[in-house]
């Protein structure tokens, strides 16, 4: 059983006192950032982060983002930045973005999954970030899931799930993003999105950075192949219940291909403005924000509605709807139908 700290209502800095002791204690403690919650421990403690990799059943070789809460602190982990990687922290940290970086020897490498190179991510949230001041250390984050399930995004979700597996957890309500950060690397000055996130491709471009997005973002990835961002290779939120993407930009249309396929035993995940057009649906929201905020609840509440098929209807792949059909191909294992 890990200790409960509830932050919901009110936040004083002092409060994470003793969660700053756990984590220098080299325990694991459970807290909020502005995109999903995470399971942190002492970034440079390999025993803290070993315990990380048995409390989620995650693979090895799939590296954990260190999380900062100074620009003093990358360069304590980091062994260079480029002037365009500087740029970018200037511009977006911090906030829902990691950036893949060459780590220093203090990184074990247990922590970066073998590679030479550690993701940097300075989160926003204010509890996310007063708790790695007070730690005064980095603090490694994966999502807050046992691997393969989907990211948690408030703690009612994922309290059965995680209460035995780590040692304190920090309630700090509703994640506002919903969806993981952006991840990239640049390559020969540009861009590559290894993941997308709530930073785009577009939100690069406006400041005239070139951009690749990595074909692996919707593309399945094959077990052998050499990938920029391990994560990638491996099955991702998907829930029991069997699911599939329908998709076009004309709305009657997918309304139609969806209905077609409907029956009583099928649940429709859909806009909210579209919801009466179907038998059994439920709304994921109507924006593509609101859609980031609701998909992982959404994704983890399913199976217990109790039905044989879910259908969902997708969004087009640009901007936040990029890393919105990301999860969504994850979760349905690339069961997609594209009408246009
Ligand atoms: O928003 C987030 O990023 C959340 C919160 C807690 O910060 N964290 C998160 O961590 O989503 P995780 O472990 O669930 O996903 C990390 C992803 C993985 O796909 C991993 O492969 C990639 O980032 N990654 C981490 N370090 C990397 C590296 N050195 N090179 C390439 N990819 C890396
Ligand atoms: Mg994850």
Known sequence: ????????????????????????????????????????????????????????????????????????????IVEKVTDIEKSLMDKFFPGPLTIVLPKKEIVPYITTGGLDTVGIRMPENIIAHDLIELSNTPIAAPSANISGRPSGTNIKDIFNELNDRVDYIIDGGDTFVGVESTVIRVIDGKINILRPGKITKEDFEKFGYEVIIDKHVLEETKMD??????????KHYAPNTKCKIIYSSDNNKMINAIKKEENERALVVCKKDNVSYYNNAISYGNTLEEISHNLFSVLRNIDDLDYDLVIFEGVESKGLGLAIMNRLVRACSHNYINLD
Not at 225 to 234: A, I, Q, R
């Open 1 to 76: 059983m890990a200790k409960l700290l509830d932050l919901k209502n009110n936040y004083d800095k002092d409060m994470l006192k003793e969660a700053s002791e756990y984590i220098r204690e080299g325990k694991l403690v459970l807290f909020p950032t502005e995109t999903v919650y995470g399971i942190g421990a002492n970034a440079l403690n390999e025993e803290a982060i070993k315990n990380i990799f048995i409390a989620k059943g995650r693979p090895q070789d799939d590296p954990l983002i260190v999380h900062v809460s100074s620009i003093d602190m990358v360069y304590d």
């Open 225 to 234: 192949e050499v990938v920029l961002s391990p994560g990638m290779k491996y």
